[in-house]
T-cell receptor
Framework: GENVEQHPSTLSVQEGDSAVIKCTYSDSASNYFPWYKQELGKRPQLIIDIRSNVGEKKDQRIAVTLNKTAKHFSLHITETQPEDSAVYFC????????????FGTGTRLKVLA | KAGVTQTPRYLIKTRGQQVTLSCSPISGHRSVSWYQQTPGQGLQFLFEYFSETQRNKGNFPGRFSGRQFSNSRSEMNVSTLELGDSALYLC????????????FGPGTRLTVT
């Protein structure tokens, strides 16, 4: 069935270092891959997304890469700051007639000052 | 534009009772999805509505149901509540069904005692 695996579940980095979170999806029909950031007690916020016809997308310190052949995509955060500390979720949109998102289990990122 | 709103924000119910949660999407958004978020299971897809039609349903028992009105507002109902239904229930809206940016509401925190 449809599945999204996300690793690692927790990640601690020093301020200024880079952080990488990886996700693997099962359905080759997936064509949209968003990343959400959820701070404690708040709603998930869309921070970046990528579509299947693109291999990489950047937005300031955040980038996402997609490897369709291997069915995995990654979130890269450079020059991490304490305010980057949150739980990050990846998701894959399965649009082969079903129109739903499957989320990864989340990565708790801690940026140590 | 106003964001996605959900009411109520907090709810305490007793086992066996039923509950109705409400979600108002961003103006112009016709798709509303519902998710259950728990610490152990992450974000689990419940169902998605588009133009008053349920387009897809996740793997939840029939006690979980929903509907969407002509103004795109959506309600979710849970009957015969169980302790395990305690969770944060999030709705998200987008302009089209699947494959497009979803924006989350603040959630309804349901506690079943």
């Amino acid at each position: 069935g449809e599945n999204v695996e996300q690793h690692p579940s927790t990640l601690s980095v020093q301020e200024g270092d880079s952080a990488v979170i990886k996700c693997t999806y099962s359905d080759s029909a997936s064509n949209y891959f968003p990343w959400y950031k959820q701070e404690l007690g708040k709603r998930p916020q869309l921070i970046i997304d990528i579509r299947s016809n693109v291999g990489e997308k950047k937005d300031q310190r955040i980038a996402v890469t997609l490897n369709k052949t291997a069915k995995h995509f990654s979130l890269h955060i450079t020059e991490t700051q304490p305010e980057d500390s949150a739980v990050y979720f990846c998701a894959a949109s399965f649009t082969s007639g079903t129109y739903k998102y499957i989320f990864g289990t989340g990565t708790r990122l801690k940026v140590l000052a | 534009k106003a964001g996605v709103t959900q009411t109520p924000r907090y709810l305490i119910k007793t086992r066996g009772q039923q509950v109705t949660l409400s979600c108002s999407p961003i103006s112009g958004h016709r798709s509303v999805s519902w998710y259950q978020q728990t610490p152990g299971q992450g974000l689990q897809f419940l169902f998605e509505y588009f133009s008053e039609t349920q387009r897809n349903k996740g793997n939840f028992p029939g006690r979980f149901s929903g509907r969407q009105f002509s103004n795109s507002r959506s309600e979710m109902n849970v009957s015969t509540l169980e302790l395990g239904d305690s969770a944060l229930y999030l709705c998200a809206s987008s302009t089209v069904a699947g494959g497009n940016e979803q924006y989350f509401g603040p959630g309804t925190r349901l506690t079943v005692t």
